[in-house]
């Protein structure tokens, strides 16, 4: 599932008072850094005195939240767990998994279609802006830059498995190595990317075909097949595991995002029906 245009249908008298209410009952416990009213003014400063220029006129915007702040991702965060807790916590179907990424929603169902159906029609009623878009399958299903699939391993371990999604837009246009980028910038991207198609390809098959067609990509941007080559042959499929357990930068303890897991539980997949991507 996945929110339409989720920053631009955040009422914002109920996006203040969401946050507001989160910050003084969950965020400190008590121990407020700021007084919760002037938290509430710095956001209405924020949000009510958003001024841009479009066509030599200018405008001050007075709905909904601008893309373009610092806070907005915060922001939307912050709200759309209200109402997601509010959604699955009202639906009297119960999704086996359930993660968001800000606007993008990852779940998995053990009912029939037209039950997924109904969740989804019952989704879209709950709140006059924030409507969502869905894609239901029973064999995959996208989620951020991922594939979520039914691979070789559902049959036998009741694993899903993911490869890395590419939009049918994708021209992988690269920065053309003849480009005035340091050496050591040109290394990194290559570096950089292989190193995500191997976090994002779970079976080995698929991460070398992956590999494979990023080295054509490359060449054909003007990169020198023995640079694409001894670069490429640093990442190999055996370095998966801790590559995936390498140590994160410290996440406070707010619930601003869920993250898919890569390994998800065994009695949860030998139950499901569906896979749903709930758009906003």
Not at 63 to 79: E, P, Q, S
Not at 89 to 108: C, G, V
Request: with cysteine.
């Amino acid at each position: 599932m996945k929110v339409t245009s989720l920053y631009t249908n955040i009422p914002q008298e109920e996006g203040i008072e969401t946050v507001c209410n989160a910050y003084y009952e969950s965020f400190y416990e008590g121990e407020f850094l700021i007084p919760t009213l002037y938290l509430k003014r710095a956001l209405e400063l924020i949000l009510q005195e958003n001024s841009f220029q479009f066509t030599g006129k200018n405008y001050l915007q007075t709905h909904r939240t601008a893309m373009g702040t610092k806070m907005a991702v915060a922001f939307a965060n912050i709200f759309m767990g209200k109402v997601e807790s509010q959604i699955l916590n009202q639906s009297a179907q119960k999704t086996l998994a359930w993660k968001r990424y800000i606007d993008d929603i990852f779940s998995i169902w053990n009912i029939n279609k037209d039950e997924v159906a109904q969740f989804i029609e019952q989704t879209n009623s709950h709140h006059s802006t924030i409507k969502f878009t869905a894609e239901v399958s029973d064999t995959e299903t996208k989620f951020l830059d991922t594939k979520v699939y039914k691979g070789e391993r559902f049959a036998q371990q009741s694993r899903l498995d993911i490869k890395t999604h590419f939009k049918a837009t994708e021209t992988f246009q690269y920065t053309h190595f003849s480009s005035c980028h340091p050496p050591g910038v040109k290394n990194g991207f290559i570096k950089g990317e292989a190193f995500r198609l191997l976090q994002t390809n779970s079976s080995e098959t698929v991460f070398i075909t992956a590999i494979s067609q990023f080295k054509t990509n490359l060449i054909e941007r003007g990169y020198p097949e023995t640079l694409v080559s001894t670069t490429l042959a640093e990442i190999t499929f055996e370095e998966r595991k801790p590559a995936l357990q390498q140590k994160r930068k410290h996440l406070n303890k707010t619930r601003e995002s869920c993250l898919l897991s890569h390994n998800i539980a065994h009695q949860c997949l030998t139950k499901s029906k569906y896979f749903c991507r709930i758009g906003i």
